[in-house]
């Protein structure tokens, strides 16, 4: 059964880094898009950033541009979030997501499957 988990999400100070990572299994998602998401309290799930199969090519949302870095090792089936520049409106639930098909999108409705979330707080 397909399953993604997250890890590395904690509490930084404001400026501060982190790097989320999301462990794959039960199915190849190497050859597969995956994403990152994150729901702030009280707010809608939003998109954050996405990567091709091979790493070839990634795409951001304008609020993280320049300080989030996507990354993944097929040979480890881990996805990865370096996030620099940490900012209060940073703190949400961050998702690890993986494609439905070959499409790599923004939309969440693309990905079929979603790990259980891992906490990001930044104090100001």
């Known amino acids: 059964q397909a399953q993604l988990v997250e890890s590395g999400g904690g509490l930084v100070q404001a400026g501060g880094s982190l790097r989320l990572s999301c462990a794959a299994s039960?199915?190849?998602?190497?050859?597969?898009?995956m994403g990152w998401f994150r729901q702030a309290p009280g707010k809608e799930r939003e998109f954050v950033t996405r990567?091709?199969?091979?790493?070839?090519?990634?795409y951001y949302a304008d609020s993280v541009k320049g300080r989030f870095t996507i990354s993944r090792d097929n040979a480890k089936n881990t996805v990865y979030l370096r996030m620099n520049s940490l900012k209060p409106e940073d703190t949400a639930v961050y998702y690890c997501?993986?494609?439905?098909?070959?499409?790599?999108?923004?939309?969440?409705?693309?990905?079929?499957?979603w790990g259980q979330g891992t906490q990001v707080t930044v104090s100001s």
């Open positions: 990567i091709t199969w091979n790493g070839g090519s990634t």
């Open positions: 997501a993986g494609s439905r098909g070959w499409l790599s999108s923004s939309d969440e409705k693309d990905y079929a499957y």
């Open positions: 039960g199915r190849t998602f190497g050859i597969y898009p």
